[in-house]
């Protein structure tokens, strides 16, 4: 519900009952702790109950030692064995499952999980972490191996490298998704898209110049206005291939990207 005030600000309100008497699960795996401080995040937000989802071999040691193990896995099309879960997934309605982004959609632990145990006709909100993004990626794939189960359009995704917005934006996901009562400002919809200027250029160059991988170079551009600074969207071109940036430039910070959608 959207609802004016008095002072002519517009906040997205949420009320009522949220998922009402459905029992809820936070399920989760995280190798490096990222995925896991969003889990927790959530908990105090609904008080649902949590586990974490944990492996008989736990990926260990560094990015680059993970990356090796996790490579060979997928050419030999071996899945990591997960413990067995204590919770009894058959007595939720709604389950929150987070996970990392590996290779563009959810990570190892996930295919296992699913390849386990039965989601059918549950609803599953998805979160996750990133170094760049695959939130939307990941829930097509979900969707792909759950056909069964019911799964949001909508997923939480965060850099992990923005891991101390966390809080906040989670906040809002679950209020205007309806998963918490609350109010939040409705955010404007973004100006429409063109040419990039060249103070946008360098803005985008801020934002993205400290990530381990090129991000390539921006196109078109739009961008909306919040109390908090200004959100920008890009069209970006990188060796053929077309890419959605968001950048967000908080008052006085420096420009953050937020997401890539590939
Ligand atoms: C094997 C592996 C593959 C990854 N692949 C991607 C990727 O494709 N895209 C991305 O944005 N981040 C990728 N990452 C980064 C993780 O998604 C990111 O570090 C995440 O926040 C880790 O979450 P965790 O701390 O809960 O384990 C990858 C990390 C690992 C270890």
Do not use: H
């Not at 064995?81 to 982004?101: E, H």
Request: proline letters at 4%.
């Amino acid at each position: 519900m959207i609802a004016a005030m008095a002072v002519g600000v517009f906040l997205f309100t949420s009320c009522g009952a949220k998922n009402g008497s459905s029992k809820q699960l936070i399920l989760y795996y995280s190798q490096t702790g990222a995925t896991e401080q969003v889990a927790q995040q959530i908990q105090q937000l609904l008080g649902a109950d949590i586990e974490a989802i944990e492996l008989e071999n736990p990926y260990s040691g560094t990015y680059a030692e993970t990356i090796e193990r996790v490579g060979k896995e997928r050419q030999a099309g071996t899945l990591p064995k997960l413990k067995a879960l204590k919770s009894d997934i058959s007595k939720y309605d709604v389950i929150y499952l987070g996970y990392p982004i590996w290779y563009g959609t959810y990570a190892m632990p996930i295919s296992s999980l699913v390849s386990e145990y039965d989601f059918a006709g549950k609803k599953i909100v998805v979160f996750c972490t990133f170094g760049s993004g695959g939130l939307e990626d990941g829930i097509r794939d979900l969707k792909k191996a759950l056909p069964e189960a019911q799964i949001a359009e909508n997923g939480f995704g965060i850099r992990n490298a923005r891991i101390a917005s966390a809080a906040k934006e989670l906040n809002r996901f679950l209020i205007e998704n309806n998963y918490m009562e609350g109010s939040v400002e409705a955010i404007p919809g973004y100006s429409e898209m063109r040419p990039v200027t060249e103070e946008e250029k360098q803005l985008f160059d801020a934002a993205c110049s400290d990530y381990q991988f090129p991000l390539g170079t921006p196109v078109l551009a739009g961008k909306r206005g919040t109390s908090d600074g200004v959100d920008y969207i890009f069209q970006v071109e990188s060796n053929g291939a077309t890419s959605t940036i968001y950048v967000t430039v908080a008052n006085g910070a420096k420009p953050e990207f937020t997401r890539v959608v590939r």
